[in-house]
C-alpha cells in the first residue's frame, strides 16, 4: 500500500465521479474532516481502495470465539525471552523512547504442549573388584600393641596399589616391633550417571509462544475493523494471528469473515503446563558376594628381596610380630583368591503424568502476509 498525494488520487480518480471519489478515499469516516483534508491523510492500497489513515492491514475484531483484536506471535525456543520489540522491523536504528512508544504491549505467553516424553536412559552400574590391602600400621612394641611409650607409624601402599613392590618409606630396628596388615576389600557395584539426563522438561526442551498486541488503532473505514501491524514492519519469524478464547474450541474463520484475508495456519498453545514426568533414580543390588584373599608379603629392604614374612588377609587384618633386629624396607602382594561378585542395577521407570490447561488456539496469517 502507499500514500499518495491527494492531488494524484484525485487526478486517477476523477472519471469515476465525485460518490466513487469520495467512497475511495474514505471521506466521512472521521467526524470535522472534509473531503480534501481527509483525502490527505488516508492510505490507499494499489487497487485503489482505501485503508482509511491505516497504514497496517484493517482486520474485522469481533468475532465469535475470538479476543478481540490482532496479535503477532512467535514460537520460541524455551530457553528464549523474545520481547515485544523485537517484532517490529526498523528502517534505522529507534531511540529508547521511539521503541518504547512504537513497541506492541506484551499480551501474554502461552507455551506450547512438550512433545513425548524422550524416554529414560538405562540403569547401569561398575562392576564389583577385589582391592589389595591399603599397607601395614607398624608398632614399635609386640602383638601391635600401642601402649604408652610405644610409637605407632602408617607404612600406606600407593593409591590404587596393584601388589607390585611398594616401598614407602624405611623403618629401623628400634621402631619395627610388629605390624598389623590392613584387610583385603572389596570394591561395591556403583550406579553409573548417565551423562546426559532425559527426564521431560517443559521450559528447556518445549517451545512456547509470545503474543503481542497488533492494533494500531481505529483508523480503519469500517467500524467493525481495527488497524493492525503490516507485514511488512515485521521481523522474519513472526506472524498476525486471531487468538481465542481460553479453553474456547474454535475454527480458524473463512476469508469470507476476515475480510478477504486468509488466517489459515493453526496453532495450539497452553496457559499452563506442568510436566511432571521424570525418571526414577538408578540403583544398584547385590546378586552375589565377593571373595578376596590376598597373600602380603614384608621385606627388610626396598627392593622386595631381603624377606620377612609373609600373611594371608581377607576381610580382616591380622598382626604379624618382627624379628628382633629387623628393618622394614617393603612390600608386595598377590592375590590368592580373586573373586568379585556381581549386582544388577534397577530404576529409571518413567513416572507422573503431563498436565495441560488454559488452551488457546491462534489463527495466523502465512509468514510473510
Given at each position: ?9 484525485l487526478?486517477?480518480?476523477?472519471s469515476?465521479?465525485?460518490a466513487?471519489?469520495a467512497?475511495a478515499?474514505g ?9 480534501h483534508e481527509?483525502l490527505e491523510?488516508?492510505?490507499i492500497?494499489?487497487?485503489g481502495?482505501s485503508?482509511?489513515g ?7 475484531v469481533?468475532?465469535?470465539?475470538f479476543?478481540?483484536?490482532?496479535y503477532v506471535?512467535?514460537?520460541?525456543a524455551?530457553?528464549?525471552?523474545p520481547r515485544c520489540?523485537d ?5 534505522h536504528?529507534?531511540d529508547p523512547?521511539?521503541?518504547?512508544n512504537?513497541?506492541?504491549?506484551r499480551?501474554?505467553?502461552f ?16 562392576a564389583?573388584?577385589?582391592l ?5 600400621t607398624?608398632?614399635s ?19 590404587s596399589?596393584?601388589g ?10 628400634e621402631?619395627f ?6 584387610p583385603a ?7 553409573v550417571?548417565s551423562?546426559v ?6 521450559h528447556t526442551?518445549?517451545?512456547?509462544v509470545?503474543?503481542c ?7 480503519c473505514?469500517n ?7 503490516g ?5 522474519p ?11 474456547r474450541?474454535v ?13 489459515s495456519?493453526?496453532l495450539t498453545f497452553?496457559?499452563k503446563v506442568?510436566d511432571r ?5 538408578c540403583?544398584?543390588t ?5 571373595t578376596?584373599?590376598a597373600?602380603?608379603?614384608t ?8 624377606l ?6 581377607a ?7 618382627a624379628e628382633?633386629?629387623?628393618t622394614?624396607?617393603?612390600m ?7 573373586a568379585?561378585g556381581?549386582?544388577?542395577p ?5 513416572m507422573?503424568?503431563?498436565?495441560l490447561?488454559g488452551?488457546?488456539?491462534a489463527c495466523c ?5
Amino acid at each position: 500500500m502507499r500514500r499518495w498525494e491527494a492531488g494524484r488520487i484525485l487526478a486517477a480518480l476523477a472519471s469515476v465521479g465525485g460518490a466513487a471519489v469520495a467512497m475511495a478515499s474514505g471521506c466521512g469516516a472521521v467526524d470535522g474532516y472534509d473531503c480534501h483534508e481527509l483525502l490527505e491523510c488516508d492510505v490507499i492500497n494499489e487497487d485503489g481502495t482505501s485503508n482509511g489513515g491505516c497504514e497496517g492491514t484493517c482486520v474485522p475484531v469481533n468475532l465469535d470465539g475470538f479476543e478481540r483484536g490482532v496479535y503477532v506471535v512467535r514460537l520460541k525456543a524455551g530457553l528464549e525471552d523474545p520481547r515485544c520489540d523485537d517484532a517490529l522491523l526498523w528502517d534505522h536504528e529507534p531511540d529508547p523512547e521511539e521503541r518504547r512508544n512504537e513497541s506492541p504491549p506484551r499480551f501474554g505467553g502461552f507455551w506450547v504442549a512438550p512433545g513425548a516424553h524422550p524416554g529414560c536412559e538405562p540403569c547401569a552400574c561398575t562392576a564389583p573388584a577385589c582391592l589389595f590391602p591399603a599397607g601395614l600400621t607398624v608398632t614399635s612394641g609386640w602383638m601391635c600393641g600401642d601402649g604408652p611409650g610405644e610409637t605407632v607409624a602408617p607404612f600406606d601402599a600407593p593409591v590404587s596399589w596393584d601388589g607390585s613392590c611398594a616401598a614407602p618409606g624405611a623403618v629401623g630396628a628400634e621402631a619395627f616391633g610388629s605390624f598389623r596388615i590392613a584387610p583385603a576389600t572389596a570394591r561395591p557395584c556403583e550406579v553409573v550417571a548417565s551423562p546426559v539426563p532425559r527426564d521431560g522438561d517443559a521450559h528447556t526442551g518445549g517451545q512456547a509462544v509470545i503474543a503481542c498486541d497488533a492494533v494500531r488503532g481505529n483508523t480503519c473505514p469500517n467500524s467493525a475493523h481495527a488497524c493492525a501491524l503490516g507485514a511488512a514492519k515485521l521481523r522474519p519469524g513472526w506472524r498476525r494471528c486471531l487468538l481465542s478464547e481460553v479453553d474456547r474450541d474454535v475454527e480458524c474463520p473463512s476469508s469470507d469473515w476476515t475480510a478477504g484475508l486468509h488466517f489459515s495456519e493453526k496453532l495450539t498453545f497452553w496457559s499452563k503446563v506442568e510436566d511432571r514426568r521424570a525418571c526414577t533414580p538408578c540403583s544398584c543390588t547385590e546378586t552375589a558376594p565377593s571373595t578376596c584373599e590376598a597373600l602380603v608379603s614384608t621385606f627388610e629392604d626396598g627392593a622386595c628381596g631381603d624377606l620377612i614374612d609373609a600373611a594371608v588377609v581377607a576381610g580382616n587384618g591380622v598382626c604379624h610380630d618382627a624379628e628382633p633386629g629387623s628393618t622394614l624396607g617393603s612390600m608386595r602382594a598377590t592375590w590368592l583368591v580373586d573373586a568379585p561378585g556381581s549386582c544388577a542395577p534397577s530404576g529409571r521407570e518413567l513416572m507422573g503424568e503431563l498436565s495441560l490447561s488454559g488452551k488457546v488456539t491462534a489463527c495466523c496469517l502465512p509468514e510473510g502476509t
